[in-house]
T-cell receptor, first 119, second 117 residues
Framework: DARVTQTPRHKVTEMGQEVTMRCQPI?????VFWYRQTMMQGLELLAY????????DSGMPKDRFSAEMPDATLATLKIQPSEPRDSAVYFC?????????????????FGDGTRLSIL | GNSVTQMEGPVTLSEEAFLTINCTYT??????LFWYVQYPGEGLQLLLK?????DKGSNKGFEATYRKETTSFHLEKGSVQVSDSAVYFC????????????????FGKGTKLSVKP
């Protein structure tokens, strides 16, 4: 089965350090989403891309977070500098080209997440 | 704006009990509706979906019916198993706008289900 691959699975680092999380979407998927999950806020959409172009990153704190897709097989989410409140599980999801109603019925496929702890 | 409201958890049931997790939504247009499941330590997986009013989605013994009149999509299972213990998320797709859609999903906050032997 095709899968979304996220690395690392776990990351523990000290406040102020740069954190980079990586995502390999399913081959052929051209829409990539980044989510953050916490107990308090639940699942929040941070940003998403289509054809490597950012469509919306309004859910992301711009001063410290950045999301990019250097190529079609890699999406990155960076935090610099990291803070304890960034501790969460970060999920990447990919989907097909959501260009019509039929494609909307296709599910997003989630990776297993990166569990981030900032000390 | 569009939103999804799920019943608060956690829900604790005994094996073979009947399960209902309520979900209601607010949306303009005609969204598609989904239930996703998250097992411990994993990402979300699609459980079932319904794309128009009165559709029933079903999978692994779970069912949900798209009720436009009540704007609901409640998840049900007749006999739960210990292996069903997970967090369940109700979601809707952002309805398409002219020229295309972003394919966003709007999620509820999730309902944790624990099934005891």
């Amino acid at each position: 089965d095709a899968r979304v691959t996220q690395t690392p699975r776990h990351k523990v680092t000290e406040m102020g350090q740069e954190v980079t999380m990586r995502c390999q979407p399913i081959l052929g998927h051209n829409t990539v989403f980044w989510y953050r999950q916490t107990m308090m806020q639940g699942l929040e959409l941070l940003a998403y891309f289509r054809n490597r172009a950012p469509l919306d990153d309004s859910g992301m704190p711009k001063d410290r977070f950045s999301a990019e897709m250097p190529d079609a097989t890699l999406a990155t989410l960076k935090i610099q500098p990291s803070e304890p409140r960034d501790s969460a599980v970060y999920f990447c999801a990919s989907g097909p080209n959501f260009k019509d109603r039929a494609s909307l019925n296709q599910p997003q496929h989630f990776g297993d997440g990166t569990r981030l702890s900032i000390l | 704006g569009n939103s999804v409201t799920q019943m608060e958890g956690p829900v604790t049931l005994s094996e073979e009990a009947f399960l209902t997790i309520n979900c209601t939504y607010t949306a303009t247009g005609y969204p598609s509706l989904f239930w996703y499941v998250q097992y411990p330590g994993e990402g979300l997986q699609l459980l079932l979906k319904a794309t128009k009013a009165d559709d029933k989605g079903s999978n692994k013994g779970f069912e949900a019916t798209y009720r436009k009149e009540t704007t609901s999509f409640h998840l049900e299972k007749g006999s739960v198993q210990v292996s069903d213990s997970a967090v369940y998320f109700c979601a809707l797709s952002d309805p398409p706008y002219y020229g295309g859609s972003q394919g966003n999903l709007i999620f509820g906050k999730g309902t944790k289900l624990s099934v005891k032997p």
